[in-house]
């Protein structure tokens, strides 16, 4: 099956920096990579999602890469905030057959201190 | 602004009793999922449905643990026995198909003395 790690485990930046979290995957089936934002006490929430077909995906401050050859996708966030403060979860799902799952990774603690 | 509703929020109870969970999925969403969240674990997938049909129940104790959805729009989560180890934040998510976002409920928080 599908395995996401993601680094680091914690990440802590001065406000007005940038941030940057990577995951890896193991199977090259998977296609599509949301990630999630969790702020304490909260639900998860997409933030930015990215299929394979694009090598990378902008959002306002939030870019997401994708390289398939090495099985790596990263979360860029440019100009923290406070309010950007959260776990981060990156995740890997294939499309085709019968499986409809997201395999996460263990999660990123972003702390953007003021 | 269309949501996944889970009910209780929260649900605190002894050991060996029974506990429920209830989701409503987002209107016209056709998968829906249970994870359970720990700070050990993270994220855990228990099961999931397709068309109401169970698609993956293998990240569920089976012995204590059962899911089912009597209709499309509501999926139910059952522990019982439960144990103190079953604490956790449980969510529901739903989607339209693969390669399509999962929306999560807010949890139900559950604790179990």
């Known amino acids: 099956g599908e395995n996401v790690e993601q680094h680091p485990s914690t990440l802590s930046v001065q406000e007005g920096d940038s941030a940057v979290i990577k995951c890896t995957y193991s199977?090259?089936?998977?296609?599509?990579f949301p990630w999630y934002k969790q702020e304490l006490g909260k639900r998860p929430q997409l933030i930015i999602d990215?299929?394979?077909?694009?090598g990378e995906k902008k959002d306002q401050r939030i870019a997401v890469t994708l390289n398939k050859t090495a099985k790596h996708f990263s979360l860029h966030i440019t100009e923290t905030q406070p309010e950007d403060s959260a776990v981060y979860f990156c995740?890997?799902?294939?499309?085709?057959?019968?499986?409809?799952?997201?395999?996460f990774g263990k999660g990123t603690l972003l702390t953007v201190n003021p | 602004d269309a949501r996944v509703t889970q009910t209780p929020r929260h649900k605190v109870t002894e050991m060996g009793q029974e506990v429920t969970m209830r989701c409503q999925p987002i209107?016209?969403?056709?998968?829906v999922f249970w994870y359970r969240q720990t700070m050990m674990q993270g994220l855990e997938l228990l099961a999931y449905?397709?068309?109401?049909?169970?698609?993956?129940d293998s990240g569920m104790p089976k012995d204590r643990f059962s899911a089912e959805m009597p209709d499309a729009t509501l999926a139910t989560l059952k522990i019982q026995p439960s144990e103190p180890r079953d604490s956790a934040v449980y969510f529901c998510?739903?989607?339209?198909?693969?390669?399509?976002?999962?929306?999560f409920g807010d949890g139900t928080r559950l604790s179990i003395l």
């Open positions: 998510a739903s989607g339209l198909s693969q390669a399509q976002p999962q929306h």
């Open positions: 199977d090259s089936a998977s296609n599509y």
């Open positions: 990215i299929r394979s077909n694009v």
């Open positions: 995740a890997a799902s294939p499309s085709g057959g019968s499986n409809y799952k997201l395999t």
């Open positions: 209107l016209g969403h056709n998968t």
């Open positions: 449905f397709r068309n109401r049909a169970p698609l993956d």
